[in-house]
């Protein structure tokens, strides 16, 4: 039976995957991002050994268009290409996915009415690649595990409400575990934590929220579940508000949970986080 | 219960929340910095902007931000970031140019507000 190895909750700026692929990795100031997601990796690869990871993210005008945007979207293929969002493909390899456990995921799904956009191709940009290479080893070729890529509109108001995001969660750990194949599953929630970059607000960031954030999201999910869009982007910056997306994570999660690693960094005009999650025992 | 309206009054200081009225009123602006994902379409643009933009239908007033780089402007005028930072990328400015342009203040000072200005 497949079950809920690691829940993680990660940022996804863009300027980490371009210190990735420039290896600043020992640059002054990246090395505390570098060596704060060290902890999280080395745990991922001795401990938890997923096998797939659903990774929760938002695409950025890259693959989808507004001419018809998802509000959820899953992946139901059996790879997954590296998108060009402007400035050339990044040099990772492509990704493999699971159809058949995507396929179940999107039955169980629908069956308990989240009506995903269901998607046999896409290319994945800096929502989802940021945290891949953070959080696992890759060769040349692959990757260490299989993955299933879950979108949600952020980016186009309106978008689903907290509460509808930590539902969604509930609703994926139900389908996982009624996966009768043995599959160890990790999940990411990605985005935030608070920024803006929008209009003369540009650079907002609410490094005490983030504090808390990164707390309550362990112990009080119900009541962030309760905050509405407006105040997340008041709090959070308008961008900021796609920390929902660490709420379907939390939502696939017991109801008790245990904190493995944290890690904050606020160099620039993001609250980059990581927070690594297991069920409690 | 919220209150549900067809166009939300957000009343978020400094922010132009891109929402259904934004979308329709940029859509071209958007339309057009969606195709700039080759770089095919990117050198295309670069050697003729304006025959690019009439292209895409953009209104004078847009096509005049885009000329003037005038990045507050255009976010004013719809243009939502995550598009419009290919059209940035393609003409060689940086998010955070961008930033210190919307806030009014030159990319030094800017940056200066920041804990560590390397980490770009």
Redesign the interface.
Known sequence: MARIVAGIGSSHVPSIGRAYDQNKQTDPAWQPLFEGYEPVKRWLQDDVKADVVILVYNDHGTEFFLDRYPTFALGVADSYQVADEGYGKRPLPEFQGNAAFSRHLANCLLADEFDMTLCQEMALDHGFLTAMPLLWDHSDTGWPLQVVPLLVNVIQHPIPTARRCYKLGQALKRAIDSWPEDLRVAIVGTGGLSHQLNGERFGFINEEWDQQWLQRIQTEPEQLADTSTRDLMLAAGAEGGEVIMWLVMRGAMADNVEEVHRFYYAPMTTGIAVLALQNAQ | M?TITTD?H?D?????????VL?QQG?AI??M??S????AS?DEFLADSEAYMARYGLTEEQKQAIRDRDW?QL?QLGG????F???A??LGYG??Q???D???ESYES?MQ????????
């Not at chain 2, 700039?36 to 770089?39: D, E, G, N, R, T």
Request: charged share 15%.
């Open positions: 919220s939300i957000w978020i200081p400094g922010t132009y929340v891109f929402d259904l979308s859509y958007n339309k910095c969606n700039l994902k080759s770089q990117r507050l976010t939502n970031l995550f598009f930072l290919k059209l990328a393609t998010l955070y961008i930033g210190a919307m806030r009014g800017f507000t920041r804990h560590v200005p390397g980490a770009v």
